[in-house]
C-alpha cells in the first residue's frame, strides 16, 4: 500500500482500497482494529539515551582522557590548585558537551507540536471529534480554516480550500486543493494538489479527506526518520584538537622519557629527574588549551550575539569560517516571505510599484516618471478591485509608546492577517491611497463569489448610489474568458481577438520574469441582471489589466553574497517553489554565474549519487526539492570535500541542516523544529547576518591558532631547555615548581588575551580553510618549532652564563635557575606579541589589543612577586635578580624575536621580487 500513487486514484478506487465510504465513514471496529495493528498517529522519538549516561558519555573523549591523566599527575606532585583548575575544565566541557546533546535530541518533540491535537472524523455514519494520534488509514476526515492537517489525506471534495505547507515543501504561498485526479506519475510534494499533509494548516475554505498514511509514514514522519537517522557532524575544530592532542601526548612523552633517562645516564638523581620529568610531561600538554578554546568560543558567542547571530553549539562557531558551500532556502531567508506586487499593466501600458514588504508606502511609475492616478480611471478602477474583492487586512502593529514618542525615528511595523497573495493587493491599494477601509462608505458588500480551484477566480457583488457593481480578480486566462469588454485608454471597447492577444503577451512576459500574475475584471450592473450564481454574475466582463506580484529579495543580501564570492564561498539556493521563480530571484541576487546550472526536483530524482556528484559544484539553484533531496545535495557537496552551512527555516529543512557541517535556522520564521536542529540561529533572519557569522567564525579560529603557537612554542622551548641541558651534562636549569608555575601562570593569561584579538584587515578577502587542513597547515608547525627552538637556546644559553659567572657560590646554581627562569619568562611574554599576526612582530600595532597589554602586564608582575617576595622564594626556588642579570635576561629573551623579525621581512622582500610584473587578481565570476 505504501508505494500506491494516492494523487492518481479517483474516489471510488481510493474508498475501495481503504475500505472507507463516503456515507458513513470508517466502521468504529475496523478503526480499532486497525489502530492496534498500526499503531497510533505519532511521531517515534527514537531510542533516547538517559541524562545520566549522555552526561558520562561525555568522559570518553581522548583530550578528556588526556586531562584526567594530567590531574592524576599534578595529585601525586602535591600541585593541588593545578588538579583543580584542571578537574574544573574537565567539568566544564562535560556540562557543555551535555547541554548541546541533550537539546539536540528535543528536535523530535517539537516536531510531535505540529501534529494536531484532535480531529473531525465520520465513524460509522456520526461525525465525532476524536484525538489525532488515533487516527487511522481509512478515516473520513473534515477540514476547515484554521484546522491542522491531522495525517496524510487523500482529498475527495474541497470548496475554495488553501493550504499553508510552507514549512513542508518551500512553497511561498498556501496552495490551492481540489479533489481531482492527477495522472502524472512522479509528483513534488508542492504539486500534489490533491493531497493534504500532517502538520500543514487550512488557511481558507474547506475540504473532507480520506486518510492514507499515519505516524511515521507520512510525510513529516519521513522527516522525522531523516533527523534520526542523520548523524551530527564532527566539526573541524573538534577534529584538529583531537589530531593535537593524540599529537601532544606521544611528543611530550617521548621527549619527557628522553630528559630524564638523559638526566640520570649524566649522573642526576633519578627521583629529582622523575618529578622534572613529570612536570615536563604536565607542561607540555596545554591542559589550559580547552579551558581557552572555551573562552575564546564563548566570547565569539557572545559578539556574535550583538551581530544577530545566536549559537547553539560552540564548536560550530569555527566550522563557519571554513564553510566553502552556503546552501540557502529561498523563501523567508533570501527573500522576505512577503508578497509584492511589482508591476502593473493597463491597455498596453507598462507601470512599476515601489516599496516593499507589508509597508503600505510606495509609488507608481510610468516610463521613470510618477503617475498621477487622481485622473486615471484605469488605475483607479484597479485598485479598487485590490482593496475590495479581497479578505485579506492589514494590520499596524505600532504600540502606543511609539505613537506618543514623535521624536523616535522609529517605522510602524505591519503584519498581514489573510491570504498573501490578497494581503499584496491591500498593500497595492493602500500605500496608492484606495485602503479598503476608505472605500468601506462608498461601496458594500452584498455577496461573495469566493475563489476556487476549477474557476481560479473570485469575484464581489458590491452596492453604491449608483447602483451594483461586480469586482473579479483571478487567473488571467479564465478570466479573459468571460470578458467581452476591456478597459483600454480609459475608455470602454470590445475585447476583440488582438486585443485579448495583447494582453496574453503581456501576462506571459510578467510570468517569465517569476511574477505571479493576476488579472482584474468589472462589471456595472443595471437593475434587472440577475447575479444569483456564479456563471449569471462573472459574464460579460470588463477587463481591466494584469499585477506583477513577487516574494521580493532581501534587500541586503545581494551585498552578503557578493561577500562570500569574495571570500571564496559560493552560495546554492535550494528552494521549493518553482524553478522559473528560483532563477529570477537568483538572477536578481547575483547567486548563478555565466554557465551556471538550475535544477529542478524531477531531475535531481533522475540521477544518481554518482552523477548528482558530477554536475552538484556546478549547480546554484535547486528548486522543487524535497526533503530527501536538500538531504542529498548537502552529502553530495560533503563528498566533493566542501564544508557546508544549511539554511533553512521550515520542518522540511531540518533533515539537510542537521546533516550539513554547520546548520542555521532563522529565529523569526523558523520553526522549533529547524532551530533545535542547528546551531545557528539568526535572530533577525537575516541571510548577512551570516556573513557577520562567518566573519567571526574565521577570526575565531585564527585566535585558536594564535595561542597555539604560543602554548606550543613556549613548551617546546621549556622541554628543550631541560632537554639540551640534560644532553650537555648540566645541571637542571628549572626545578619542577618554576615549571608548574610557568605552565600555569605565564601561558595562561596572555593565551586567553589572544583569543579576544582583533581579525587582522584581510580576513575576509581569503579563500576558505580545506576541509581536512591540518592544524598546524600554513608554516604555523614551522613557527612553533623554529621560534621553541630559539626559546629554549637563549634560555639555556643565559642559565649557561650566568651558572659560569657564579663560580663556587653554593647560591650559584639557584641564581642560574632564576635567570633562566626569567628568560624563559620574558621570552615568551615577547613572543606572544609576534603570535598576533602571520607575518610579523613589526606587522600590527602591538598596544591595539588591550586584554594582551594587561594579561602581559599581570604576569610580569607575578613574575617579579615570585622573585622579590621572600615569602616565596623558598617554595620556587629563586633569588632576587640585579642589574647585570636583567640585561642578560632581556638580551636572551629578545633575541628569539629579533632573529624571526628579520627572517621574516627578508623572506617578504624575496617573494616581491619573485612575483610577476603584471600580477593576476583574484578570479572574478562572469556576471
Known sequence: MEQMKWHQMD????????GSSVENGLNPSAAADRLEKQGHNELSEGERISPILLFLNQFKDFMVLILMGATLISGLLGEYLDAVTII?????????????EFRAEKSLRALKELSA???????????????ARDLVPGDLVYLESGDRVPADLRFIEASSCYVEESALTGESVPVGKHAAVIDEPELPLGDQRNMGFMGTMVTRGTAKGVVIRTGMATEMGKIAGLIQETESMETPLQHRLEQLGKLLIVVALGLTVMV??????HGQPAYGMFLAGVSLAVAAIPEGLPAIVTIALALGVQRMIKRKAIVRKLPSVETLGCASVICSDKTGTLTQNKMTVTHVWLGGRRLEVTGEGYDPTGAIYEDGKPLDIKHDQAIKRLLQISALCNNAQLVCTEDADTKRSKRKETQPEWELKGDPTEGALAVLATKLGSSAKSLEPLYQRVKEFPFDSERKRMSVLLAHQGGRLLFTKGAPDMLMEQCDYVLWDGKVMPFTGTLKRKCAEAG??????????????????????RCESEEEAESGLVFVGLAGMIDPPRREVKDAIATCRRAGIKTVMITGDHLLTAEAIAAQLGIMPRGGIAMSGKQLEAMDDEQLDKHVDNT????????????R????????????????????????????????????????????????????DNFSTIVAAIEEGRGIYENIRKFIRYLLASNVGEILVMFLAMMAGLPLPLVPIQILWVNLVTDGLPAMALGVDQAESDLMQQKPRPAKENIFARRLGWKIISRGVLIGVCTLGAFWIALREGGDDPQALVHAQTVAFATLVMAQLIHVFDCRSSRSIFHRNPLQNKYLVLAVLSSLLLMVGVLYIEALQPIFKTVPLGFRDWCLVFVAAGIPTFVMGIGSVLGKSKKSKAKPKFPLGPQTVAR
Open 508 to 529: 506571459e512576459q510578467m510570468a517569465q520574469s517569476a511574477l505571479r500574475v493576476l488579472g482584474f475584471a468589472y462589471r456595472d450592473l443595471r437593475a434587472n441582471d
Open 117 to 131: 491535537p484532535s480531529a473531525k472524523v465520520v465513524r460509522g455514519g456520526e461525525l465525532m471529534t476524536v484525538p
Open 633 to 684: 545535495i548537502v552529502k553530495a557537496l560533503q563528498r566533493r570535500g566542501h564544508v557546508v552551512a544549511m539554511t533553512g527555516d521550515g520542518v522540511n529543512d531540518a533533515p539537510a541542516i542537521k546533516a550539513a557541517d554547520i546548520g542555521i535556522s532563522m529565529g523569526i520564521t523558523g520553526t522549533d523544529v529547524s532551530k533545535e536542529a542547528s546551531a545557528l540561529v539568526l535572530s533577525d
Open 620 to 631: 546554484y539553484v535547486y528548486a522543487r526539492v524535497s526533503p530527501e533531496h536538500k538531504l
Open 88 to 100: 574544573a575544565i574537565i567539568v566544564l566541557n562535560a556540562v557543555l558537551g551535555f547541554m548541546q
Open 11 to 18: 474516489k471510488e478506487g481510493l474508498l475501495q482500497t481503504l
Open 260 to 265: 630524564v633517562v638523559a638526566g640520570i645516564l
